[in-house]
């Protein structure tokens, strides 16, 4: 099946018949099957670069935003701050050369610290940026 990109048309075709040592007959082109349209609703779907909301959700929608982004903001800056002091701490006193192509791993307790404290802390900045799930392919 080949679709045209213009008016979404499908089109199915018949290859030439092929002879006993495997080449093409003189003389014989590719020729039409069927010609199949798709259905009415295809083909006038809405446009998503139109806003077809009501002035009542969209003044809703801007006082929910002034209302929410001050909030938002200090959820953001107290995981961020939260999260340094955590990550910090998790590295105070390791030794490592900084010339060092690969470093140590961290030890036992330091990566729980981390594990334990930083990932759900980005997690609740992503919550507060508008992130509410995360879907991982192959999982």
């Known amino acids: 099946m080949i679709q045209c990109c213009d008016c979404g048309v499908r089109m199915k075709f ?3 018949r092929k002879s006993r040592d495997g080449k093409r007959e003189r003389g014989e ?4 099957i069927r010609s199949v349209r798709p259905p009415l609703w295809r083909l006038h779907e ?13 003044r809703f ?7 929410l982004l001050p909030f ?7 995981a961020v701050l939260l999260g340094a002091f955590f990550a910090s701490m998790s590295t105070i006193g390791l030794n490592v050369d900084k010339n060092q ?15 334990c404290t930083v990932a ?14 995360i879907e991982v392919d192959g999982r």
Do not use: E, H
């Open 14 to 16: 018949r290859s030439p």
């Open 46 to 58: 809405p446009n998503p670069f139109t806003n077809n909301s009501s002035r009542f959700s969209m």
């Open 61 to 67: 929608s801007q006082i929910g935003c002034m209302l």
């Open 120 to 133: 759900p802390l980005c997690r609740i900045c992503l919550l507060a940026m508008g992130f509410y799930t």
């Open 101 to 115: 192509k690969n470093p140590p791993p961290l030890s036992s307790w330091r990566r729980s610290l981390q594990v």
């Open 29 to 32: 082109k590719v020729s039409l």
């Open 72 to 78: 938002r903001i200090l959820v953001i800056v107290f």
